[in-house]
Nanobody, 126 residues
Framework: VQLQASGGGLVQPGGSLRLSCAAS????????IGWFRQAPGKEREGVSC????????YYADSVKGRFTISSDSAENTVYLQMNSLAPEDTAVYYC????????????????????RGQGTQVTVSS
């Protein structure tokens, strides 16, 4: 199984980025997919997740109104559109899936993931 994340980079405050995560090799499927991030010296934070069962989404309070998660089931890809980026969004962003639960809250809030991708660096700086 593999989660291939891309789309990170350096952006100025107020700018936008779109992260992509392509899932492959999941012969038994997965039930929820999303992103968490980790900045140096900080704990992991579930950013946004979506359930493949009911489409319910989760957003961390810190990104509500700025980030939007979407998925393309046919392509097994999830996207994270990040707008109005701020320096505090700087972190390595990891794509994760749960194969055991379809709860987007469980995946993001409780970080109950089964598989994690390699991460993509997002740096917000002027």
């Amino acid at each position: 199984v593999q989660l291939q994340a891309s789309g990170g980079g350096l952006v100025q405050p107020g700018g936008s980025l779109r992260l992509s995560c392509a899932a492959s090799g999941f012969t038994s499927g997965y039930l929820a997919i999303g992103w968490f991030r980790q900045a140096p010296g900080k704990e992991r934070e579930g950013v946004s997740c979506i359930s493949r069962i009911n489409g319910i989404t989760y957003y961390a309070d810190s990104v509500k109104g700025r980030f939007t998660i979407s998925s393309d089931s046919a392509e097994n890809t999830v996207y994270l559109q990040m707008n109005s980026l701020a320096p505090e969004d700087t972190a390595v962003y990891y794509c994760t899936v749960s194969q055991s639960s379809g709860s987007s809250y469980g995946l993001c809030r409780d970080l109950e993931y089964d598989v994690r991708g390699q991460g993509t660096q997002v740096t917000v700086s002027s």
